[in-house]
């Protein structure tokens, strides 16, 4: 019976979903041992595996697009269980971070990754945008790596919000949480300074914050050029 099963599994099928869930319980183990850095892997990860399932089957599925927009996606998600998690008391701890995990493997299962419809090579406009993408990203991210906390505005309002968040599991204010949030779980997840979380997350999101406006202007006007001014 159980030869027979293995016989019948359609191992090309599920080759890519194999290959996504294995890394996401390798990141997984990350968290758990607290490894530096981990955070920002599993924030990528998890929101690539999102871009791919929101954009499938829409001209946007393609690689740069969901490379470039994986850390909203996994973002969004983490604040939208915490905010909900919060509207009921249940204090925000570290095992939040594992529901998208179980959830997306659960997906990967019932659906698995087919690249057929996948647009791997970028076009001149994919290729412009990964070209802003490194600059930006090095100019407002790498910049401030030796830097422990923000200096340019409110660090102190902020990481107090976060680690108010970080302390206490509960958020108990309405001030646009979601950044205090991240760096919250982000503290959970591997020990490093809530301030430094404020100063990275800040400036990785201004630093791709081009993309999706680059996607709408270019879904609305339905014009690539123009959306690249």
Same mark, same amino acid.
């Given at each position: 019976m159980k030869s027979k099963?293995? #016989?019948?599994f359609d191992y090309k099928k599920y080759f890519l979903s194999i290959v996504c869930g294995t890394i996401l319980i390798s990141i997984n183990i990350l968290l758990?041992?607290?490894?530096? +850095?981990? @955070?920002?892997? +599993? /924030?990528f990860f998890i929101g690539g595996i999102l871009a791919y399932y929101i954009f499938d089957k829409t001209k946007c599925l393609k690689l740069w697009i969901i490379l470039t927009t994986s850390l909203f996606w996994s973002s969004a998600l983490l604040i939208l269980l915490s905010g909900l998690l919060a509207t009921f008391s249940i204090p925000i701890r570290s095992?939040? /971070?594992y529901i998208p995990s179980i959830l997306l493997i659960s997906v990967l299962i019932k659906y698995p990754i087919d690249i057929k419809g996948l647009e791997i090579r970028p076009k001149l406009d994919g290729l412009v945008m990964i070209g802003f993408t490194v600059i930006s990203f090095i100019s407002h991210v790498l910049s401030v790596r030796g830097f422990v906390a923000p200096i340019l505005h409110d660090p102190i309002s902020h990481a107090t919000w976060a680690k108010q968040i970080y302390d206490t599991g509960l958020i108990n204010y309405f001030y646009s949480p979601g950044l205090h $949030?991240?760096?919250?779980l982000g503290k959970m997840a591997d020990g490093v300074y809530i301030s430094k979380y404020i100063l990275i997350i800040t400036n990785i999101f201004?630093?791709?914050?081009?993309?999706?406006? +680059? /996607? @709408? $202007? #270019?879904? +609305?006007? =339905?014009? =690539? =050029?123009f959306a690249l001014l």
């Open positions: 099963l293995l #016989r019948d758990l041992f607290r490894m530096q +850095y981990s @955070f920002y892997f +599993y /924030l095992w939040v /971070l $949030i991240l760096a919250a201004n630093a791709l914050i081009f993309v999706p406006v +680059y /996607l @709408f $202007i #270019r879904s +609305y006007f =339905k014009d =690539k =050029k």
